[in-house]
């Protein structure tokens, strides 16, 4: 915490405007080792730089002055002298000019601030963060904010506040600089309490990371004694710890997630009940509220989270009705239960040819859904494929009907096979049954504004579209396949318009066995990787700053190999976990150096694959190992001590 200002990692100028190195950025009661430079200066004392008449600025000049300075400036004159320090704006604005000279191309995940003091803290203790000390003075006054509230017993309505906001950022950012900078890292084991005859259970989603990335769920089937199917772990001293559910579930659960809002609540589909289990405020128990029920025969196909806390359920009432329903369920004014807001049907008429074809695509972070309908007239042989956006607003406080655009769409020879959203729900991606893409923007009455057609689009038409091609964080960048060797890159310029961007090539290999069919790609947080799995192998891309984008790993299965190469990316910056053999199964760990060159930064045997796309929590601390057939084995993350690892350049 000593550096001075010219010594901060670059890309992360005037840090030292309100973080720990300068002595009087902060309350003058806090120890802080005195540099020098950070000395502070005695009200009475001048030097040749500060004569008295500066030091005697109104306060009202000073605060003017202030407001047009950069951040690095404020770190100087806050050595000026104790009038000039006081006269510093607050902590929160500091933080945010900082933040907004300092841009990030990904968006931030607003819940990392929650898991702070548990998670993010102790990480950032042992790598002696720059960041550590404002995030901590933020920390104390959300309570503070939060202490008031409740004093006058009002709430924020499920919304951070915007200390809370900032801290998240702020947590965003420190990770990214921590694991960036990092020229090691290590994982180390951190079991799971099983029951003795516990197996993995087959469902839908096995496990879930909250946003905040202190709860895990998982799914197990017990197939002795009362052992319920799904159980709950919360991140305690450097542990996971079991977390009680009242009443125990009894039925295996086939979906689950965590919710943004209301915070520190799992959703999870039991047969034809859906479940909100929330954390009592003061310990480690949760219990369970009905959310919805599908009277039987009916059936839930699928289920979204919204922002704002709705759940949105995707339902078939009868195998035999020729209706899809969609249910909008939302909390009470206690927020102690559930009621359906409204329930939408669509239907199929009568003569279509075929009976249901429906797919959709929901993006929380925008509270919007699409759902895809197709009928074939049996008359003509023409699809008529319908698309409904349903958005509603985003404020829990103060919850808002959901409303839909209905759009048709003009194409009659081919129809719409599947949808995706971009990050933020900006852009929808849809792909033809012919093959092409089409990517539409969505304007401010939802209504769909096609951008671009891309002739072909390679994936698995039995995947979902979603797993299959990879936006960049911010929505701006777009990668595809165009066939098992080749990628293509979209760019969204600064004007709004689409272009095609290089051809990324994967070089053959002969005597390989088959490509297989395209599992999932993804795009690391800022756009620099991009890491692509087929049935068969792992290939990763990296956009070097010299050489462009460049081939530089590959992974795949050969006879006699017991495990399918697996990757993942650490969310929080640009990682990416790859457990393939050679010749041993290890776990290793790929990201840019200080130069940007792409580095292996970890490598150790392992015993079990990396579980899937999916694997690492949101603050990239966390990272399951397992499969349908081992239980997960959680790994944690963290900083390697001198000399503990070796640091290779890829070839």
């Not at 025969?297 to 329903?325: K, W």
């Not at 369920?329 to 807001?341: I, L, P």
């Not at 797919?359 to 197709?374: F, G, N, R, V």
Request: proline share 9%; hydrophobic share 35%; charged share 20%.
């Amino acid at each position: 915490h000593e550096r001075s200002e010219a010594q901060q990692p670059a890309g992360h100028p005037g840090l030292a405007a309100f973080g720990r190195p300068v002595s009087t950025a902060w309350a003058s009661d806090t120890p802080v080792p005195q540099t020098g430079e950070g000395s502070a200066l005695p009200d009475n004392q001048d030097t040749i730089d500060t004569p008295g008449l500066a030091q005697n600025l109104p306060a009202l000049v000073l605060e003017k002055i202030f407001s047009y300075l950069p951040s690095h400036a404020l770190s100087q004159c806050a050595r000026v002298c104790r009038h000039w320090h006081a006269c510093l704006p607050a902590l929160e604005p500091r933080i945010a000019l900082w933040l907004q000279e300092n841009p990030q191309p990904w968006l931030a995940n607003l819940q990392l601030g929650r898991g702070f003091s548990s998670r993010t803290q102790p990480f950032l203790q042992d790598g002696n963060s720059p960041f550590l000390y404002p995030l901590m003075k933020l920390r104390q006054e959300q309570q503070e904010q939060r202490s008031a509230a409740v004093r006058q017993d009002t709430t924020q309505g499920g919304q951070p506040s915007t200390a809370c906001d900032l801290q998240s950022r702020l947590v965003h950012a420190a990770l990214h600089r921590q694991l960036s900078l990092a020229p090691e890292l290590r994982l180390r084991p951190i079991p799971l309490a099983w029951p003795a005859d516990s197996t993995p259970t087959p469902t839908t989603a096995p496990f879930a990371f909250s946003p905040c990335s202190r709860w895990l769920s998982v799914t197990c089937e017990c197939p002795t004694g009362p052992s319920s199917h799904l159980r709950l772990y919360g991140w305690e001293n450097g542990a996971w710890k079991q977390c009680q559910l009242v009443p125990e579930p009894v039925q295996p659960v086939h979906h689950i997630r965590f919710t943004a809002t209301p915070a520190d609540t799992l959703i999870g589909v039991h047969g034809t009940d859906v479940l909100a289990w929330s954390k009592e405020q003061d310990n480690d128990t949760w219990h369970s509220a009905l959310v919805c029920r599908i009277p039987p025969p009916g059936r839930i196909l699928n289920l979204a989270s919204m922002a704002n806390g709705d759940q949105v359920m995707l339902t078939l009432p009868s195998p035999e009705e020729r209706t899809l329903s969609l249910l909008f369920c939302r909390r009470t004014g206690d927020g102690r239960s559930w009621t359906t807001a409204m329930t939408a049907t669509h239907g199929f008429e009568e003569g279509d040819v075929m009976t249901r074809d429906y797919y959709w695509a929901a993006d929380p972070q925008s509270c919007q859904l699409a759902l895809k309908t197709t009928r074939q007239l049996e008359d003509s042989g023409h699809f008529i494929t319908e698309l409904d956006i349903w958005h509603t607003g985003l404020d829990s406080s103060r919850p808002a009907p959901w409303k839909s655009q209905h759009a048709v769409l003009p194409w009659h020879h081919v129809h719409l096979a599947k949808i995706t959203y971009s990050p933020g729900g900006q852009f929808l991606l849809g792909v033809l049954s012919d093959g092409q893409a089409c990517l539409w923007k969505l304007d401010a009455q939802y209504r769909l504004q096609e951008q671009l057609v891309v002739p072909h689009c390679h994936y698995h038409r039995a995947r979902d579209l979603k797993q299959q091609v990879a936006f960049r964080s911010d929505g701006k960048q777009l990668a595809f396949s165009r066939s098992p060797q080749q990628v293509q890159l979209l760019y969204c310029n600064a004007d709004g318009r689409w272009q095609y961007g290089p051809l990324l090539e994967a070089p053959p290999v002969p005597d390989s066995p088959a490509h297989g069919g395209l599992r999932y790609m993804q795009l690391s947080a800022r756009g620099t990787i991009l890491a692509r799995k087929t049935d068969y192998r792992v290939d990763i891309w990296h956009q070097d700053p010299a050489e462009g984008w460049q081939h530089r790993v590959r992974y795949q299965w050969e006879p006699g190999h017991g495990y399918i190469p697996q990757f993942c990316f650490l969310p929080p910056c640009e990682l990416v976990c790859i457990s393939a053999e050679d010749p041993e199964l290890s776990l290793q760990i790929h990201g840019p150096d200080p130069l940007g060159r792409l580095v292996r930064k970890a490598c150790m045997p392992v015993r079990q694959c990396i579980d899937g796309a999916a694997a690492a929590s949101p603050d990239g601390l966390s990272l399951l190992l397992g499969s349908t057939k081992i239980l997960d084995i959680p790994m944690q993350l963290v900083a390697a001590q001198e000399g503990d690892g070796h640091q290779c350049r890829l070839p």
